[in-house]
Antibody, heavy 120, light 111 residues
Framework: QVQLQESGPGLVKPSETLSLTCAVS?????????WGWIRQPPGKGLEWIGS???????YYNPSLKSRVTISVDTSKNQFSLKLSSVTAADTAVYYC?????????????WGQGTLVTVSS | QSALTQPASVSGSPGQSITISCTGT?????????VSWYQQHPGKAPKLMIY???NRPSGVSNRFSGSKSGNTASLTISGLQAEDEADYYC???????????FGGGTKLTVL
């Protein structure tokens, strides 16, 4: 079955870059899906960060666009998130998820999430 | 990019039906049928419950149904069960970002 697994540091210092990777199994990164990142600050709602197609085409939340880079590594069947110049406001559980192409924009598979805390 | 508007909380007794609304604009809910609903239990990842307004993924109970009128989409849960107690989020395609925007979330309490 399809599984997504986030990995990366759980603690990042202010002003540094947050880096996370999502390993995908049971589904090829090269197939017809968008691969995305969503975050959820403690006790708050979901926020879409951005998505990437296997070709490298990206779509970013305008409020984060200047600090976000999402990329794919087809050789490892994984995709990554980099968020620069982080502050305490970026503390959140970060989820990776899959969305089929073809127009539904449904996020049908999610990773379990990983908590990233921004603190010195 | 403004979030879609959902009530902060709703409640109902076992066996009853409840409806959660999700209000957007003509840039998202109003002009596109790409509304999804997610269920999130505490400490867990969101789970897709409804997509494209009213379609249920395989394995989701038919007690969950969706609809849309104008700029507002709705999720109805009938025959409430204790296990339905969770947070529910709507999302919609938005032409603002050419991807998705989420609602603020609704906490469902089963009395």
């Amino acid at each position: 079955q399809v599984q997504l697994q986030e990995s990366g540091p759980g603690l990042v210092k202010p002003s540094e870059t947050l880096s996370l990777t999502c390993a995908v199994s049971g589904s090829s990164i090269r197939s017809g899906y968008y691969w995305g990142w969503i975050r959820q600050p403690p006790g708050k709602g979901l926020e879409w960060i951005g998505s990437v197609f296997h070709s490298g085409s990206t779509y970013y939340n305008p409020s984060l666009k200047s600090r976000v880079t999402i990329s794919v590594d087809t050789s490892k069947n994984q995709f990554s998130l980099k968020l620069s110049s982080v502050t305490a406001a970026d503390t959140a559980v970060y989820y990776c998820a899959r969305a089929p192409t073809g127009g539904s924009y449904k996020l049908d598979y999610w990773g379990q999430g990983t908590l990233v805390t921004v603190s010195s | 990019q403004s979030a879609l508007t959902q009530p902060a909380s709703v409640s109902g007794s076992p066996g009853q039906s409840i409806t959660i609304s999700c209000t957007g604009t003509s840039s998202d809910v109003g002009n596109y049928n790409y509304v999804s609903w997610y269920q999130q239990h505490p400490g867990k990842a969101p789970k897709l419950m409804i997509y494209e307004i009213s379609n249920r993924p395989s394995g989701v109970s038919n007690r969950f149904s969706g609809s849309k009128s104008g700029n507002t989409a709705s999720l109805t849960i009938s025959g409430l069960q204790a296990e339905d107690e969770a947070d529910y989020y709507c999302s919609s395609y938005t032409s603002s970002t050419t991807f998705v925007v989420f609602g603020g979330g609704t906490k469902l309490t089963v009395l």
